[in-house]
């Protein structure tokens, strides 16, 4: 076990953040600086562990993409492909000698760059990172063995419907909006992706005005910023703005059901739900805590339903998925074949009591303490606090709004829960996501609103669902 591998066994078990148990959990402080250039640099310092995690965030991303989705995510994918100063293999041995744990994530608004590497090794990792995001090379040769992998795995998801159905339901509900497309792209439009179009996206977005660099743990903080201004001070400011979704989502008419055709499945996967709310919008703490009454912990009332009391399932859940300036809300599960509508039934009846009817004191006091009680554990490590920080960079929330989470738990009131309840969960006209075997469930399907069945390679284009 290297170094680093040591270090991480013990981080989790060591970082805290200077609180008792009775003491509302707030963030360490963030200390934020600017380089000439319009970097954001941003330091979470925790000195329990010689560890340090780098955030660098770019503020584009999936909804960007146009035409060609996965154009994001695969160009984040191909910057380690090798630069002006590093071999693709350099890069490789450098990261595995130092132990160093990288990786790149694409999101609807911004894509990151992170790794973790141990804090006396951080002058080795700056300078490539650097050059990573400032002067990647994309060889050819390289991004065509990457490209034909991506498509690849792509294919192979439909295969596990799980792994694809919430990509799919928010393609089903966005439909031609930006924000359809998805993080990772689908197989005919990587497919069309060569060296070129990763060079021209890679020169019109990646530039330090729209970017922020993240580093948590345990750092002399005069020391990184002379390292971060020896790496990317010469980053040379551009005209790129951050990823901006204005175009409002069209409301849906009726209800629509998608019956995605697998024909060798022996279970159905649903995905019900609708309209929802942007990331960290001001009930954001208080929907958390609504939501986990429903379906966001295993007591929930979506899963003893669903799963404890009927046996329909091993799992049934909900969860808002939010975005810049939207967002959805949907309830997952998956059973037999055989059940198919009786889950289907249950999920809907089930959901409906809950947003006609509301919750009681009881209910809603449970909730609150199991929330506080998750809340702290989230941000126990220096990639959660680092990507978190980076998240809030990327919404514009400051780490005050954050702060305050304990204490909007506290303030939220029965009445006020069931008022949201009312007007933020989707009430009616829901999408409505199945994958199965079409041949089997088509004809009762058209009960439940307009349908539509389509085959299941349809998901490896573009084309609207």
């Known amino acids: 076990m290297n170094s680093l591998k040591k270090i991480l066994a013990l981080t989790a078990l060591t970082l805290s953040f200077g609180t008792s148990a009775r003491a509302e959990f707030k963030l360490p402080p963030i200390q934020s600086l600017s380089l000439d250039n319009g970097m954001k640099i941003f330091f979470v310092p925790q000195n329990e562990v010689p560890l340090v995690h780098i955030t660098l965030a770019i503020a584009t991303g999936s909804a960007s993409d146009g035409a060609l989705w996965g154009l994001t995510s695969v160009t984040a994918d191909a910057l380690s492909l090798g630069t002006k100063s590093y071999s693709k293999q350099k890069i490789e041995d450098t990261f595995d000698f130092y132990g160093i744990d990288y990786q790149t994530v694409t999101n609807k608004d911004y894509t990151t760059i992170e790794a973790s590497v141990a804090t006396a090794d951080l002058p080795k990792l700056l300078p490539i990172v650097a050059e990573l995001v400032i002067a990647p090379k994309f060889p050819s040769a390289e991004v065509d063995k990457l490209r034909n992998r991506t498509v690849s795995q792509l294919k192979k998801g439909k295969e596990s419907p799980n792994r694809i159905a919430s990509k799919v339901f928010e393609r089903l ?32 977005h990646f530039q330090p005005q729209i970017a922020a660099l993240t580093i948590a743990g345990d750092f002399d903080a005069g020391q990184v910023k002379t390292l971060i201004e020896q790496n990317f001070g010469a980053w040379k400011k551009g005209a790129a703005v951050p990823t901006q979704v204005t175009a409002p989502v069209k409301p849906l008419a009726a209800t629509e059901v998608l019956l995605l055709d697998k024909s060798d499945s022996h279970e159905t996967t649903f995905r019900i739900g609708g309209i929802g709310a942007p990331g960290f919008n001001k009930d954001w703490v208080k929907l958390t805590v609504i939501n986990t009454l429903l379906g966001g912990r295993f007591t929930s009332i979506l899963n003893e339903e669903l799963r404890v009391k009927s046996g329909y399932t091993y799992g049934a859940k909900s969860m808002f998925n939010n975005f810049h300036s939207s967002g959805t809300f949907f309830i997952s599960t998956f059973t037999a074949t055989e059940t198919t509508y009786k889950t289907l039934d249950l999920a809907l009846a089930t959901y409906k009591k809950f947003v006609e009817n509301g919750i009681d004191q009881k209910t809603l006091d449970s909730a609150k303490a199991y929330v506080k009680g998750q809340f702290p554990p989230q941000y126990e490590t220096l990639a959660t606090l680092s990507d978190l920080t980076t998240e809030l960079w990327a919404y514009g929330i400051s780490i005050d709004q954050f702060n305050s989470f304990e204490s909007q738990v506290d303030a939220l009131t029965l009445d006020e829960a069931n008022a949201l309840i009312k007007s933020k969960f989707p009430r009616d006209k829901l999408e409505i996501l199945m994958i199965g075997k079409a041949s089997v469930l088509g004809a009762e399907a058209k009960k439940y609103g307009t349908l539509r069945i389509v085959p299941i390679d349809k998901v490896d284009t573009a084309l609207p669902l």
């Not at 497309?181 to 992706?193: F, I, N, P, R, Y």
């Open 173 to 204: 509900y966005y439909k031609d909006h930006p924000y359809a497309s998805t993080e990772d792209g689908v197989a005919a439009t990587v497919q069309k992706l060569k060296a070129a179009d990763l060079v021209n996206f890679h020169a019109a």
